[in-house]
């Protein structure tokens, strides 16, 4: 495997994108409709009515593309330290995780606290405890504080943290069915329950579906090489089927199909099965596939860089779209604020304590 992953940052950032035009929606329609009003009365009438009926894409489709990716990136260092070992340590494992997520999350739970003390948020004791435990997913509700409503993500990629490992290297040869009995059983909530979509047992398939191409990577990459050698334009099927499955709710109320809303988020919409799938398929040919302008792209130097800071992005983020901060909510000036902090969390937190966690690095890996 390679020392750094091509294309992987590059998926990060266009994931960490979704999530900011998901949750700054509003606020860039609003800055928008402001600058039309000037030219063209009618584009800023349309803008408003955008505002008032809204249909936000791209937030749920950025998670999952984040959950993926983590379930594949892990599972292909897991598979390589016992290859490598012949075994894996889970303490060094936990140490690493823990020196990469706490620091920097649990600096931004600080900044929070000060906040409260100055009165300008106010988290309830449940919500204080569900941060710091890392539940927020179990108990989302939709009165929960949106200040740290996107912790709930978070929480469901520890609990895959804590759990995968202890899987895969105890469960050995069960490891795909558990994989296999996580989907079957994440995908059966979507479609017969009303539970909160940010939620481990709604959204676990999607780190499974990236594990499963963890284990199978090699014999996917050659599946791959197979279908581009009969035609590369086979390869764009992943990324048309996952605009189909996006689309879909649109698609059944088209077709007349009323109540499609189980339906959609089990199997297609931003987080179905079909989607997680596509979107596993879509990072192995990023990752493999070199010589067109996707792949370009995702390796830019530009989105390189987001992509890095995409961790702190997403951590810092969710204070700049608050009605509680006033006018520094409002676009482009939140934007610009997220990646000043982003950049200071990044270059002041995370980066010193990367060369801390190759201490810890296991061996062959």
């Known amino acids: ?104 999350y649990y600096f931004l739970l600080f900044v929070y606290f000060i906040f409260q003390l100055l009165g300008l948020f106010s988290f309830s004791s449940a919500s204080w405890i569900r941060s710091l435990t890392y539940s927020k997913d179990f108990t989302l509700t939709k009165g929960s504080d949106w200040e740290s409503g996107h912790l709930w993500s978070l929480s469901v990629e520890e609990h895959f943290y804590l759990v995968w490992p202890l899987i895969f290297k105890f469960l050995k040869k069960n490891k795909i069915g558990f994989a296999i009995l996580v989907i079957l059983a994440s995908t059966s909530v979507r479609l017969f329950t009303n539970t909160t979509h940010m939620h481990l047992f709604t959204r676990a398939d999607a780190l499974m579906w990236g594990c499963i191409f963890g284990l199978y990577n090699e014999s996917i990459i050659t599946f791959l090489n197979n279908v581009y050698a009969a035609s590369k334009y086979l390869l764009l099927l992943p990324f048309i089927f996952l605009l189909v499955a996006i689309a879909s709710k649109k698609i059944f109320s088209l077709l007349g199909f009323n109540n499609s809303e189980p339906i959609v988020n089990a199997f297609f919409g931003s987080f179905g099965m079909m989607t997680a799938i596509c979107t596993a398929f879509i990072i192995l040919i990023s990752i493999n596939f070199e010589n067109n302008i996707w792949f370009k792209i995702l390796n830019s130097s530009f989105l390189n860089y987001i992509g890095k800071l995409s961790y702190s992005i997403y951590l810092w983020q969710q204070i700049f779209f608050s009605e509680k901060v006033g006018d520094l909510k409002n676009f482009p000036l939140n934007i610009i604020l997220i990646f000043i902090i982003a950049n200071l969390s990044f270059y002041l937190v995370e980066k010193p304590l990367l060369n801390l966690r190759t201490k810890f690095k296991a061996k062959g890996v």
């Open 1 to 104: 495997m390679k020392k750094q992953i091509p294309s992987l940052n590059g998926l990060r950032a266009l994931s960490i994108f979704l999530v900011l035009y998901a949750h700054g929606y509003i606020s860039i329609i609003t800055f928008l409709q402001h600058i039309f009003s000037y030219v063209s009365p009618s584009i800023a009438l349309k803008l408003l009515q955008l505002i008032q009926n809204p249909e936000i894409p791209g937030g749920q489709i950025g998670v999952n593309i984040f959950f993926v990716i983590s379930g594949y990136l892990i599972t292909l260092l897991l598979v390589k330290e016992e290859k490598a070992n012949g075994f894996v340590s889970l303490k060094l494992f936990y140490i690493r995780r823990t020196i990469r997520i706490f620091p920097v």
